[in-house]
């Protein structure tokens, strides 16, 4: 099939936003693009198309208007939990199923764990020993608030350690949409499914932890891959 060629020029305030999100990203966040006239004159448009152009950006995040005599136009960056929170609504309109969100977040997991089993043994080490301390030290009974702090502490550590921000950004807008849609009971403390759950996580990422700290790539795979079926498990059934 012969490609469809788009000859449509970009509008006014396309281009001048377009414009407007380079000079931004271009520069440290924080920095004076300069106020109303000076855009106007250097992006040789209107006011209103200026106006236009500016109020797109801050929807992105990327430029920030300060109103005032030393306000301005200013270089700002995404909120990560302003774009995991639109991403996971605008999956809602989109009606995703909470369980495929949440398994294509298990693949994510998995893939982080692996990169992080590859990691040089001594920039692991903190990480592994301060974790499987934590561990060792959470209660039978440990509330289920208890287990989602060092869940997300360990995701954030190895997210960080393995420089994965693409994967976390995607896991979390996951993560996001998934606590935000899902119906049951998330933390059924103290009954005896509940303490079974914790023993059971609390083994699995033992052994995920000790993989990584052994390197052993396949290991540290099949840990997380059991530690997110527990998961799976605990909301789904199955």
Do not use: C
Not at 86 to 103: E, K, N, P, R
Not at 193 to 199: C, L, M, S
């Amino acid at each position: 099939m012969p490609s469809v060629k788009n000859d449509r020029r970009p509008s006014a305030v396309e281009a001048a936003a377009a414009a407007l999100r380079a000079s931004s990203l271009a520069v440290p966040e924080g920095t004076f693009l300069g106020n109303e006239e000076a855009l106007i004159a250097r992006l040789r448009v209107a006011r209103n198309t200026v106006r236009q152009a500016a109020r797109l950006l801050e929807r992105e995040g990327i430029v920030q208007v300060r109103p005032g005599i030393n306000g301005g136009y200013f270089a700002t960056r995404p909120d990560l939990n302003i774009i995991e929170h639109a991403v996971s609504a605008y999956l809602s309109t989109m009606a995703v199923g909470v369980q495929d969100v949440t398994y294509i977040a298990s693949l994510l997991w998995v893939e982080a764990v692996r990169r992080a089993a590859r990691m040089p043994s001594h920039l692991v080490k903190p990480m592994v020993e301060d974790f499987t301390a934590r561990l060792k030290l959470l209660a039978p009974d440990a509330r289920f608030r208890d287990i989602l702090d060092i869940e997300d502490a360990n995701r954030s550590a190895i997210f960080a350690l393995t420089e994965s921000a693409f994967i976390e950004l995607v896991f979390q807008i996951n993560y996001t949409f998934a606590q935000g849609n899902f119906v049951g009971d998330w933390a059924n403390d103290g009954i005896e499914e509940h303490i079974a759950f914790v023993q059971a996580w609390r083994d699995a990422k033992l052994m995920e932890l000790m993989a990584i700290a052994d390197g052993d790539e396949q290991l540290a795979v099949m840990a997380a891959q059991h530690a997110r079926n527990i998961w799976h498990k605990r909301f789904w059934g199955a």
